[in-house]
C-alpha cells in the first residue's frame, strides 16, 4: 500500500487558481500511476486526471475539465500536482489523490482536500 496526503484546498473566488498536491509514501513513487478525483456536493466522485509512471503520459476528463487543469509528477519529491485555473463555483468538491499499478486501476487513496470556489 502507499500513503497519500493531498494538500492545497481552501477558498477561491470565481476565475481563481489553485494548485494541490499530493505527497506520498509506503513504495517506490515512481512505479506509481497517479489520478485525481473530485466529490461535488450530492454527486458520486468522478475523475479529473492521471498521469503515468512510465512515461510521464496524461489522462484528462476534457468534457469538464475544459483545458483548465494539468495534472504533472516531481519523482524527486514524491508528490504529484493538480494545477486549477479558471476555477468555478461548480469544480466546488473534495478532491481525491489516488495511486496505482496501472490507469486506471487505483487501490489507494487519499483523505481528500477541500475546495470551494464562491463569490
Known amino acids: 500500500q502507499v500513503q497519500l496526503v493531498e494538500s492545497g484546498g481552501g477558498l477561491v473566488h470565481p476565475g481563481g487558481s489553485l494548485r494541490l498536491s499530493c505527497a506520498t509514501s509506503?513504495?517506490?513513487?515512481?512505479?506509481?500511476?497517479m489520478g485525481w478525483f473530485r466529490q461535488r456536493p450530492g454527486m458520486d466522485r468522478e475523475f479529473v486526471a492521471a498521469?503515468?509512471?512510465?512515461?510521464?503520459?496524461?489522462?484528462y476528463a476534457h468534457y469538464y475539465v475544459q483545458g483548465r487543469f494539468t495534472i504533472s509528477r516531481d519523482n524527486a519529491e514524491n508528490t504529484v500536482y493538480l494545477q486549477m485555473n479558471s476555477l468555478k463555483p461548480d469544480d466546488t468538491a473534495v478532491y481525491y489523490c489516488?495511486?496505482?499499478?496501472?490507469?486506471?486501476?487505483?487501490?489507494?487513496w487519499g483523505q481528500g482536500t477541500q475546495v470551494t470556489v464562491s463569490s
Open positions: 498521469i503515468n509512471a512510465t512515461d510521464d503520459k496524461t489522462y
Open positions: 489516488a495511486a496505482g499499478p496501472q490507469y486506471p486501476r487505483f487501490d489507494d
Open positions: 509506503g513504495r517506490t513513487f515512481s512505479s506509481l500511476d
